[in-house]
């Protein structure tokens, strides 16, 4: 009841002082020093109200990096307990990616706010993220190296998902994206337009690779460490994959009973499809990279020089085989009755099983470079065999001549074999060929 008496009282003492204010002014003219007494009252208040206007902004403001730097406080230590358990470091790679954008989105759109950098939040985010990428290797390579070993070496049809993954990272590097049904699986996986029989090894090697990339796009300050990691990735295939099959381990894991021309084919062929998308995982990390960095992306030709070593390597193992059967039947070409021998029959067989093994794995290419290894190998027996025989035997001369056309017959029924290298400087020691029988190409 004061309170509302006193305001009543001073209501009624201000109405009256202005109208007698009011009153004042409006019976007598207002002097010129009482005009220029109002204008410099008008400006003092407007500086007034503007210096008000500013301490109320940098009141308003230090309130926002106060507000951050709290949020801030409160995601660290949630982010840090979560480090103490290892939360996030055993998320798939795809859920971590989502965590570090939104983070990192947050970080950013907050520095914008206050105008000032945040680097508790930043830091934890960057040791956390280090702390995925150590586990994610090491879940990966461990993943690749159970997959090598427990695989069965046998081709697999290849999920859409895969052609895809494969489709996104040939596009824009010269090869031309394979079209797929989301919903079809292929007897082979094209890398551009070229088909490549495969493992199931190769499928899942392929995710690998894509999700490497993923992370690093994603995280690109961090492109340097992973494609480090990436490298790393890639020797482990190629070691393991020539320690299964070129050294035979894979007797020991998968209760294969010997390792066949077939295996070395698949073998070739898990080692072709890396080969292949090596200069697209090269590109894709070039853009990644910094140009002071590039000077990293050496390693590539290295590890792609590697590779392809390796599929020379397993070429040159076929064609050893071929050989051994050679030295096994050796002792059968005898040459001493004018007729085809039971050696170079056994021979000829064998070559028609290994073509029949290798024909719906290797591309027509790839067979021709296979059976010309074989052809030559033939070629320089044979011509061994006449060097060290006495040809003016009329037998042996008709026998040697009746065991090369023999195989030439044979040889030339299989598609894609060169058959014409078999007689390459056989007629130099004498020997009487007929006109070359036309090699199928079809």
């Given at each position: 009841?004061?309170?509302?008496?006193?305001?009543?009282?001073?209501?009624?003492?201000?109405?009256?002082?202005r109208?007698?204010?009011?009153?004042?002014?409006?019976?007598?003219?207002?002097?010129?020093?009482?005009g220029?007494?109002a204008?410099a009252?008008?400006?003092?208040?407007?500086?007034?109200?503007?210096?008000?206007?500013?301490?109320?902004?940098?009141?308003?403001?230090?309130?926002?990096?106060?507000?951050?730097?709290?949020?801030?406080l409160?995601?660290?230590?949630?982010?840090?307990?979560?480090?103490?358990?290892?939360?996030?470091?055993?998320?798939?790679?795809?859920?971590?990616?989502?965590l570090?954008?939104?983070?990192?989105?947050?970080?950013?759109?907050?520095?914008?706010?206050?105008?000032r950098?945040?680097?508790?939040?930043?830091?934890?985010?960057?040791?956390?993220?280090?702390?995925?990428?150590?586990?994610?290797?090491?879940?990966?390579?461990?993943k690749?190296?159970?997959?090598?070993?427990?695989?069965?070496?046998?081709?697999?049809?290849?999920?859409?998902?895969?052609?895809?993954?494969v489709?996104?990272?040939?596009?824009?590097?010269?090869?031309?994206?394979?079209?797929?049904?989301?919903?079809?699986?292929?007897?082979?996986?094209?890398?551009?337009?070229?088909?490549?029989?495969?493992?199931?090894?190769?499928?899942?090697?392929?995710?690998?690779?894509?999700?490497y990339?993923?992370?690093?796009?994603?995280?690109?300050?961090?492109?340097?460490?992973?494609?480090a990691?990436?490298?790393?990735?890639?020797?482990?295939f190629?070691?393991?994959?020539?320690?299964?099959?070129?050294?035979?381990?894979?007797?020991?894991?998968?209760?294969?009973?010997?390792?066949?021309?077939k295996?070395?084919?698949?073998?070739?062929?898990?080692?072709?499809?890396?080969?292949?998308?090596?200069?697209?995982l090269?590109?894709?990390?070039?853009?990644?990279?910094?140009?002071?960095?590039?000077?990293?992306?050496?390693?590539?030709?290295?590890?792609?020089?590697?590779?392809?070593?390796?599929?020379?390597?397993?070429?040159?193992?076929?064609?050893?085989?071929?050989?051994?059967?050679?030295?096994?039947?050796?002792?059968?070409?005898?040459?001493?009755?004018?007729?085809?021998?039971?050696?170079?029959?056994?021979?000829?067989?064998a070559?028609?099983?290994?073509?029949?093994?290798?024909?719906?794995?290797?591309?027509?290419?790839?067979?021709?470079?296979?059976?010309?290894?074989?052809?030559?190998?033939?070629?320089a027996?044979?011509?061994?065999?006449?060097?060290?025989?006495?040809?003016?035997?009329?037998?042996?001369?008709?026998?040697?001549?009746?065991?090369i056309?023999?195989?030439?017959?044979?040889?030339?029924?299989m598609?894609?074999?060169?058959?014409?290298?078999?007689?390459?400087?056989?007629?130099e020691?004498?020997?009487?060929?007929?006109?070359?029988?036309?090699a199928?190409?079809?």
């Amino acid at each position: 009841a004061v309170a509302a008496a006193a305001a009543a009282a001073g209501t009624d003492s201000l109405s009256h002082s202005r109208s007698s204010s009011l009153l004042s002014s409006q019976g007598r003219p207002r002097t010129q020093t009482e005009g220029a007494g109002a204008g410099a009252s008008a400006e003092e208040s407007l500086e007034s109200r503007r210096a008000q206007y500013e301490r109320l902004l940098r009141s308003s403001a230090l309130v926002v990096v106060d507000a951050c730097q709290q949020a801030h406080l409160r995601c660290s230590k949630l982010i840090q307990a979560r480090i103490k358990d290892n939360n996030d470091v055993n998320l798939a790679a795809s859920n971590f990616i989502e965590l570090f954008k939104a983070a990192y989105k947050f970080i950013s759109t907050s520095e914008r706010l206050c105008g000032r950098r945040c680097a508790d939040l930043r830091g934890v985010m960057l040791t956390q993220a280090k702390r995925f990428l150590e586990k994610f290797h090491h879940r990966e390579k461990e993943k690749l190296s159970l997959l090598l070993i427990n695989e069965l070496w046998h081709p697999v049809d290849v999920p859409s998902e895969c052609q895809l993954l494969v489709n996104r990272l040939v596009t824009g590097h010269g090869l031309v994206p394979h079209q797929v049904n989301d919903k079809d699986s292929l007897k082979a996986l094209y890398i551009g337009e070229r088909p490549v029989r495969v493992i199931g090894v190769v499928v899942m090697f392929v995710k690998i690779m894509a999700e490497y990339c993923k992370c690093g796009q994603e995280m690109p300050s961090f492109a340097a460490d992973i494609l480090a990691r990436l490298y790393d990735t890639l020797r482990l295939f190629n070691q393991q994959t020539c320690h299964l099959i070129l050294k035979a381990e894979a007797l020991k894991h998968t209760g294969l009973k010997t390792i066949t021309a077939k295996h070395l084919s698949l073998a070739g062929q898990a080692v072709t499809v890396v080969s292949l998308l090596i200069p697209c995982l090269k590109s894709r990390f070039k853009a990644m990279l910094s140009e002071r960095m590039h000077v990293l992306l050496s390693e590539f030709d290295t590890i792609d020089a590697d590779y392809t070593k390796h599929a020379r390597d397993l070429v040159a193992k076929q064609v050893s085989i071929m050989e051994d059967v050679w030295a096994r039947n050796a002792k059968d070409m005898t040459w001493s009755k004018g007729v085809v021998t039971a050696g170079a029959k056994a021979v000829a067989i064998a070559a028609g099983k290994l073509h029949n093994a290798l024909k719906d794995i290797l591309l027509p290419q790839d067979l021709t470079d296979l059976f010309s290894g074989v052809v030559k190998l033939f070629n320089a027996r044979l011509k061994e065999a006449a060097a060290g025989r006495d040809l003016r035997d009329k037998l042996v001369a008709v026998g040697l001549a009746a065991d090369i056309m023999h195989l030439e017959e044979k040889l030339a029924a299989m598609e894609h074999v060169p058959v014409q290298e078999l007689r390459t400087g056989i007629t130099e020691y004498g020997i009487v060929l007929p006109a070359l029988l036309s090699a199928r190409t079809s």
